[in-house]
Nanobody
Framework: QVQFVESGGGLVQPGGSLRLSCVPS??????????MGWYRQAPGNERELVAT???????NYADSVKGRFTISIDNAKNTVYLQMDTLKPEDTAVYYC??????WGQGTQVTVSS
């Protein structure tokens, strides 16, 4: 089964930015992405869908991140990104990327705090 590896998380102050990356876990593998989603899960909360992108570049965002987050695909690098700007403390969570057929990865921790 396909799995992806997330990276780019960290500690950032409110108003700051981070860019998350998502690549196939098998080094050198090429995965055709038809639709990819970024999800997040904060402690005590259910996992929620944050943003999606299709292979032709169509995007959708949760209302809570619309205008602040941008999802994109670099097909040459086989990488999906989540650019997160104007971060808020409520964005603190573990972030995951996943397609409908892949398994969950380990995620990357994002902490927004002063």
């Amino acid at each position: 089964q396909v799995q992806f590896v997330e990276s780019g998380g960290g500690l950032v102050q409110p108003g700051g930015s981070l860019r998350l990356s998502c690549v196939p876990s098998a080094s050198g593998s090429i995965v055709t992405i038809y639709v990819m989603g970024w999800y997040r899960q904060a402690p005590g909360n259910e996992r929620e869908l944050v943003a999606t992108i299709t292979g032709d570049g169509s995007t959708n965002y949760a209302d809570s991140v619309k205008g602040r987050f941008t999802i994109s695909i670099d097909n040459a690098k086989n990488t999906v990104y989540l650019q997160m700007d104007t971060l808020k403390p409520e964005d603190t969570a573990v972030y995951y990327c996943k397609t409908p057929t892949s398994t969950w990865g380990q995620g990357t921790q994002v902490t927004v705090s002063s």
